[in-house]
């Protein structure tokens, strides 16, 4: 396994001058040895383009790779020794789960007791122990990815196992499993595992570190708490969770804030803001109703509220902003057109210049 460090850009134009010119732009980032991390973002955010300038399918148009230090920019994927697992299954249907599991290894000349060895541990990982000896031709789409997954897994001396948007061709209750699965497979084989989704659940179970991706751009790399308490940019806020953060214009006196009419103090434990205009970000769950007297509270005015299930979704207007609050399938839930009071300020509110977090 091995510790890569990107320290690139890339264009697919020749001679890109703007911004929008680049899949990737300017970034450094460290994935290290042995860690779980997703690479999430919308469709064209450049994952992809990510996923292969570290595999060797791709040439970075500026800069350099490096596996632990050394340069693999021109390396081809078979130098890197990368091991990939595509959206749809790459697997051989003539011969058996076993075979297709053994066959990276067979490959690579490892003796037929290890090849045994792994084989079963990996389809004991995976839940196909039972199906070894069946031929993958007779098996569903869902069963052929996993045994993708079992190929991708297999070695144990790979700098890194890539994964583009495995789990698409899954069904959605084994998808579940699954993205379980890998998390309890990474625990136990400490391989390196870098996965490509679009999906916020999908990164968010599966990584230690989730590297959030928008317009070609790094927005945080951070575990999944530190994305949902601390976003960094205003994108993470609103990409991440369901519904996303709620933002509401503010105006900074340093130790006090204006939201619209409503004048508020800082709590002690906030640190005293920049003076200006300024984003209050606060989270759909802790935008609690409270009482008129409660520190860092303002007047709302309930428009709908939607059962969701397992809780309640309920839009509210502040002033002229529609926020949204969520509330526990418990809670005493308010009626449209009635007047709330909701905290706004408290220790998960966070602060915004333009995109960027203050860091308070
Ligand atoms: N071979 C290519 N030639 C030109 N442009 C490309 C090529 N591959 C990707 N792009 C462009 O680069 C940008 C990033 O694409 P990329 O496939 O890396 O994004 P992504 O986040 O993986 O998206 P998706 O989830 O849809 O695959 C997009 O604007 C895309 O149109």
């Given at each position: 396994?091995?510790r890569?460090?990107?320290d690139?850009?890339h264009s697919?134009?020749?001679?890109?001058?703007?911004?929008?010119?680049?899949?990737?732009?300017?970034?450094?980032?460290?994935?290290e040895d042995?860690?779980a991390?997703a690479?999430?973002?919308?469709?064209g955010?450049?994952?992809?383009?990510?996923?292969n300038?570290?595999?060797?399918?791709?040439?970075?148009?500026?800069?350099?790779?490096t596996?632990?230090g050394v340069?693999?920019?021109?390396?081809?994927?078979?130098?890197?020794?990368?091991?990939?697992?595509?959206?749809?299954?790459?697997?051989?249907?003539?011969?058996?789960?076993?075979?297709?599991?053994?066959?990276?290894?067979?490959?690579?000349?490892?003796?037929?007791?290890?090849?045994?060895?792994?084989?079963?541990?990996?389809a004991e990982?995976?839940?196909?122990s039972?199906?070894?000896?069946?031929?993958?031709?007779?098996?569903?789409?869902?069963?052929k990815?996993?045994?993708?997954?079992?190929?991708?897994?297999v070695r144990?001396d790979?700098s890194?196992?890539?994964?583009?948007?495995?789990?698409?061709?899954?069904?959605?209750?084994l998808?579940?499993?699954?993205?379980?699965?890998?998390?309890?497979?990474?625990?136990e084989?400490?391989l390196?595992?870098?996965?490509?989704?679009?999906?916020?659940?999908?990164?968010?179970t599966?990584?230690?570190?989730?590297?959030?991706?928008t317009?070609?751009?790094?927005?945080?790399?951070?575990?999944?708490?530190a994305?949902?308490?601390?976003?960094?940019?205003?994108f993470?806020?609103h990409?991440?969770?369901?519904?996303?953060?709620?933002f509401?214009?503010?105006?900074?006196?340093g130790?006090?804030?204006?939201?619209?009419?409503?004048?508020?103090?800082?709590?002690?434990?906030?640190?005293t803001?920049?003076?200006?205009?300024?984003?209050?970000?606060?989270?759909p769950?802790y935008?609690?109703?409270?009482?008129?007297?409660?520190?860092?509270?303002?007047?709302?005015?309930?428009?709908?509220?939607q059962?969701?299930?397992t809780?309640?979704?309920?839009?509210?207007r502040i002033?002229?902003?529609?926020?949204k609050?969520?509330?526990g399938?418990?809670?005493?839930?308010?009626?449209?057109?009635?007047?709330?009071?909701?905290?706004?300020l408290?220790?998960?509110?966070?602060?915004?210049?333009?995109?960027?977090?203050?860091i308070?």
């Open positions: 396994m091995a890569i460090d990107l690139l850009a697919y134009r020749p001679n890109p001058s703007q911004d929008s010119d680049y899949a990737l732009l300017p970034l450094t980032m460290r994935f042995g860690g991390y690479l999430l973002g919308p469709s955010c450049g994952k992809t383009t990510m996923l300038i570290m595999s060797g399918l791709l040439v970075p148009s500026q800069g350099r790779v596996f632990d340069d693999m920019t021109r390396a081809t994927p078979q130098q890197r020794n990368i091991a990939q697992v595509f959206q749809f299954p790459v697997i051989y249907d003539t011969m058996t789960v076993a075979e297709n599991l053994a066959f990276p290894l067979r490959n690579r000349r490892v003796p037929e007791d290890r090849i045994r060895q792994r084989v079963g541990q990996i990982m995976l839940e196909m039972h199906q070894l000896d069946q031929r993958a031709a007779g098996l569903s789409a869902d069963q990815q996993k045994i993708s997954l079992g190929r991708g897994l144990s790979v890194a196992v890539l994964f583009d948007e495995p789990l698409t061709v899954i069904d959605p209750h998808k579940w499993q699954l993205r379980r699965k890998l998390k309890q497979i990474h625990r084989l400490k390196t595992l870098i996965y490509v989704t679009h999906d916020q659940v999908e990164a968010l599966f990584a230690e570190q989730v590297v959030v991706m317009r070609g751009r790094v927005v945080q790399l951070g575990s999944p708490d994305l949902f308490e601390r976003p960094a940019h205003r993470v806020g990409f991440i969770g369901s519904p996303g953060m709620n509401l214009p503010v105006h900074s006196l130790r006090s804030l204006r939201l619209e009419a409503h004048a508020m103090s800082l709590p002690e434990d906030i640190a803001l920049p003076e200006g205009e300024l984003l209050l970000g606060v989270r769950e935008l609690v109703p409270c009482a008129a007297s409660t520190p860092g509270a303002v007047p709302a005015e309930v428009v709908q509220v059962d969701v299930g809780w309640w979704l309920v839009s509210a002033g002229a902003h529609e926020v609050v969520r509330l399938a418990d809670a005493e839930v308010p009626a449209p057109g009635r007047p709330l009071w909701l905290q706004v408290g220790p998960h509110t966070c602060f915004y210049n333009q995109n960027e977090a203050l308070a």
